[in-house]
């Protein structure tokens, strides 16, 4: 019965828009473990149940099937598939050859204000304090 | 009796899961508990945070998840279902529901006419308001100042489709709102009032006064006014209220076969 | 901003200048109209019609590129007829005598000139904006996205200084922002002159919090930015990139030159969801993961801190991203990688940014907490700048306009103005895949006043083709009232018509760096 019945769920994730600055808050509904809709969370301190149409369907890119599933190596469009931890080691070989031969200024990074906080400040301690530069921004300027 | 005890009596008559509220980080959300998650039911159902239970009942029957399901509803709630039931939205065998009657605040803050379910388990019934101050203030203004009130503020529509998307008895797979020769597409305001007429249109039969919509318009639109008004227009001409009771059928649905609405009209 | 959002709604005067809030922003947009219904005066400062502009009080058409020349303006009219907030600019602001001094240039003819709005009105609305008892500044990128984008906001922040709209309840200065986590990327040091809370990298005192924390020396030196980072990859400089969740080859300026760029470095790291245009140039790309799979924060425009939690899981083998950023981290050979959930990483976060030190997932909960929030008792910080400033008094900026910034070049008669539609967002990598988006606006388009379009023998939806100096694009043409004749506006959203093509990224701000996405010399041609 419901108990072993695992797919037999519905529920609802508090979370905030991934769209506009505006930081709306909203519940994704998860149907059977999979993403089903977007409900406007009541009592938001900025939205009170209340959306834009970006809102209200920003579930939908989610199960594309053009998600990124595998990491691909590769040059000009001309991708392999490879497994996850032999793409981390060639980026950190290259990371640290390019380190080597040339100092830190010849890395760059670019961070993203559609990440998190935590993964914008990753991203930052990576190039000061692993790497050892400051060539760090993201696309603030748009 | 409260929503645990009544839950609990459902899981033992063979439920498999209670569609009700949990409390989390100060927001009550709706979740569908298992019988080994009765204890986290949310002791009262939170008037300020109002989620279209009975669209979601829809859904989960929808997307093909199997079982019988004990639903918290409240009066607008069970009427949704019944409007639901009655267009073969929801199988009614598969479904209990938790009657939870409204607070007067509630009932006064909605104008609502019926604020309780058919049979109440949990809290105490109050009559409920059977003349809308809000519609009789829009019914007060002269012709013209109405209707340029009207198209004020459906000329401030940011096409959310809140209304529609947060609607319990919204659910047609082809929505007029979209349709291009409708409606034309990629422009705010949505063209009016073509746009809030088509939808007053549809919600005449079928709206059963939960709020929603208005509660969700970031534009603060009063759509519930409107809609209670077009379906005060329909009982008064057909003696027709929606979601009232299983047996009553639709005036708009009769009126030839193009408003019969298609069969199995399932989201995709 | 300085202030909140649900604050807007109890404004007097709203004045919004190069905002068009219904599509950027729609959830503020309905606070905007609620003020408005509540009797609030809405003044809108903006070249093309938008949403709002049937709710304002007054719409006053700049020629693109005068902001500072009416806003100057509005502040001597302000000034002359003595309607400042005196106590207050003498309490609390440093610098008014050379401002008021710098002012006497832009007498109301000669801005009315310039600017092309009536003198009459420009009088107006500087007496409404001056007598309103709480009166709220909000702007996004149509001021910013200047080369004098800088000098724009200093402007408008005179003008709320000057009028002792600042430290009150729905007053203030109040940029909106784009992308839902700028402010935070901002907050955390994706820059390259500043740590965590704004601390600059060359303050030894703030960088040595971070060196005793870290255990190991930073460095002291700003880094590149965004678009001198392309620059010094075309120069041979930057030999190894890692871009993270950004595209920029739809979103930035110039794309030829950014292709140019990306595919010059020795070694190209692109991390996100989907293989963008960007990842295509990509020697590894990673598979990074969505918002709905990952717990983290966001920090809104109005600085609230929130939290987002995982709702499912990512597809294959693709990763949260802070996890990938720690396993390269930790396969080069760095310690101080090991977290076991992002809660760990923002507690790190809040011991080393005083403007977060208050802050934890279990104070944020649902409603956020905004910054400053320095100690766990702090409720947060609802608007800025209520005792003080930063820097103790409030210091008027001296900004001048110069007429070189509205120069058009021959034989590019039309000013192009790009920026976004409100059923797109950004590069479309995420809301193209949308389908009631794609529905909505599914293709890229140019604006152009039914006046030039007759000129020209152009009809609406006929295909034309927009030249400037830096490239061109075909797209179809939309005749609208929407903008003037002279002025023509495209979406940049749509890959196959990158409207960013046509915009160069020489000329930027000095301070800012932004270039110039707003004023863009241009011609029509039939296609
Ligand atoms: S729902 Fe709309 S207004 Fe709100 S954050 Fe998302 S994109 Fe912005
Ligand atoms: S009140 Fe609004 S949301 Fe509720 S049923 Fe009527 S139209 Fe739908
Ligand atoms: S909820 Fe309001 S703003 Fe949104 S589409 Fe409906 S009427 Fe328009």
């Keep these: 019965m419901s108990d072993k019945n695992l797919d037999f769920s519905y529920t609802t994730v508090p979370t905030i828009c991934p769209y506009c600055g505006t930081g709306c808050g909203m519940l994704l509904e998860v149907i059977g473990g999979k993403i089903s809709g977007v409900l406007p969370m009541k009592g938001h301190p900025v939205s009170d149940g209340c959306l834009c149409l970006k809102g209200w369907t920003a579930h939908e890119f989610v199960s594309s099937p053009d998600r990124l599933a595998r990491a691909l190596v590769g040059k000009d469009g001309d991708f392999k598939e490879v497994g996850y931890t032999e793409a981390v080691a060639l980026v950190a070989d290259a990371m640290r050859e390019t380190v080597e031969n040339h100092g830190p200024d010849s890395c760059a990074f670019v961070a993203s204000a559609r990440c998190t906080n935590e993964e914008n400040y990753l991203m930052s301690k990576l190039a000061r304090f692993a790497v050892g530069t400051n060539n760090i921004d993201h696309c603030a300027r748009l | 009796m409260s929503i645990r005890e009544k839950a609990r009596q459902l899981f033992a008559e063979g439920v498999d899961g209670v569609l009700a509220f949990k409390r989390t980080d100060g927001v009550c959300i709706p979740h569908l508990f298992t019988k080994t998650e009765v204890e986290e039911i949310c002791k009262d159902v939170p008037a300020d945070q109002r989620y279209p239970v ?29 409007e639901l039931g009655k267009q073969g939205q929801i199988d009614f065998d598969l479904l209990s529901i938790i009657g939870v009657a409204c607070s007067e605040e509630q009932a006064r803050y909605c104008e609502c006419s019926k604020p309780y379910p058919s049979r109440i388990d949990v809290g105490s019934r109050f009559e409920g308001i059977s003349v809308s101050e809000k519609v009789r203030a829009v019914e007060s203004m002269e012709g013209d100042e109405r209707l340029a009130y009207w198209l004020a503020q459906f000329a401030s529509c940011l096409k959310c489709m809140g209304c529609r998307n947060i609607c319990p008895v919204c659910y047609c797979v082809e929505c007029s709102l979209e349709d291009e020769n409708l409606v034309r597409r990629g422009s705010v305001p949505p063209d009016w009032p073509v746009f809030h007429l088509l939808r007053a249109v549809d919600m005449a039969s079928r709206c059963i006064d939960c709020g929603l919509c208005e509660e969700s318009c970031p534009s603060g639109i009063p759509l519930r006014t409107l809609y209670k008004k077009a379906t005060e227009i329909v009982k008064e001409l057909f003696d027709y209220e929606p979601g009232a009771d299983m047996t009553q059928r639709s005036p708009l649905g009769t009126i030839g076969d193009q408003s019969e609405l298609p069969g199995g009209a399932f989201e995709a | 901003m300085t202030n909140s959002i649900g604050e807007l709604s109890d404004a007097d005067v709203i004045l919004l200048t190069g905002s068009n809030t219904s599509e950027q922003h729609p959830v503020i947009a309905g606070k905007i109209l609620d003020a408005v219904r509540k009797g609030a005066k809405l003044l809108i400062f903006d070249p093309r019609i938008i949403h709002l502009t049937s709710f304002a009080h007054m719409h006053l058409r700049q020629k693109p590129g005068t902001d500072i020349v009416w806003i100057n303006a509005l502040m001597k009219v302000i000034i002359d007829e003595d309607l400042l907030d005196r106590e207050f600019v003498n309490s609390r602001t440093e610098g008014f005598e050379e401002l008021s001094r710098s002012l006497e240039n832009y007498s109301l003819e000669r801005a009315a000139e310039i600017c092309g709005i009536e003198a009459s009105d420009l009088r107006e609305a500087a007496r409404i904006f001056a007598m309103a008892d709480k009166a709220s500044i909000v702007y996004c990128m149509g001021i910013t996205q200047h080369v004098f984008g800088t000098r724009n906001v200093l402007a408008l922040a005179n003008l709320a200084l000057l009028t002792g709209n600042v430290g009150r309840l729905s007053t203030g200065v109040n940029p909106l922002r784009g992308q839902n986590n700028v402010q935070g990327a901002c907050d955390v040091g994706a820059l390259p002159n500043v740590l965590t809370g704004y601390q600059k990298v060359d303050d030894d005192v703030a960088r040595g919090n971070f060196e005793s924390a870290y255990g190991k020396k930073l460095p002291s030196k700003p880094g590149l930015t ?26 930035e300026p110039d794309l030829k030159h950014v292709e140019e760029a990306l595919s010059a470095v020795d070694f190209l790291v692109v991390q996100d969801i989907f293989l963008t245009e960007t990842a295509r140039l990509a020697h590894v790309v990673l598979p990074g993961s969505c918002w709905a799979e990952k717990d983290g924060t966001f920090t809104n425009t109005e600085r609230r801190v929130q939290r ?59 409603q956020g907490l905004q910054w400053p929030c320095p100690s766990v008792d702090h409720p947060g910080t609802v608007y800025l700048h209520e005792t003080g400033f930063a820097r103790g008094k409030g210091l008027f900026s001296v900004v001048e306009y110069d007429p070189e910034s509205q120069k058009l070049e021959e034989h590019y008669p039309f000013v192009l103005m790009t920026g976004r539609v409100g059923f797109q967002y950004h590069s479309g990598t995420m809301s193209r895949r949308s389908r009631a988006l794609a529905r909505e606006v599914p293709e890229a388009y140019v604006e152009i006043s039914p006046q030039d379009a007759a000129r020209l023998g152009i009809s609406d939806r006929d295909k034309v083709k927009v030249v400037s100096p830096n490239g061109e694009l075909t797209v179809r043409a939309f005749v609208t009232e929407r903008v003037r004749p002279g002025e023509i506006f495209i979406p940049f959203h749509f890959s196959e018509a990158p409207a960013n093509i046509l915009i160069n990224s020489r000329e930027l701000d000095p301070q800012s760096k932004i270039t110039s996405m707003k004023f863009c010399p241009a011609r029509i041609e039939k296609a």
């Excluded at chain 2, 009975?54 to 019944?82: T, Y």
């Excluded at chain 3, 678009?227 to 595209?247: R, T």
């Design chain 3, 308 to 366: 987002i939690r995982k709702a499912i899981d990512p597809p294959g083998d693709a990763r949260l991203d802070w996890q990938i950023i720690c396993d390269i981290a930790k396969a080069f050979g760095s310690d101080y990688f090991e977290y076991s959930s992002a809660e760990e990483i923002f507690d790190e976060i809040a011991k080393l940014t005083p403007s977060y030190s208050g802050m934890s997932y279990q104070r944020l909960s649902t």
């Design chain 3, 226 to 251: 965004l678009i001198e980072i392309m620059n010094a990859c075309l120069e041979g400089k930057i030999k190894f990139l890692y871009i993270m969740g950004e595209n920029p080859m739809i979103t």
């Design chain 2, 54 to 82: 009975a669209g979601i009942v829809r859904r989960i029957f929808l997307s093909g998840l199997a079982g019988k399901i004990g639903v918290v509803a409240r009066g607008c709630d069970e009427r949704a279902l019944i």
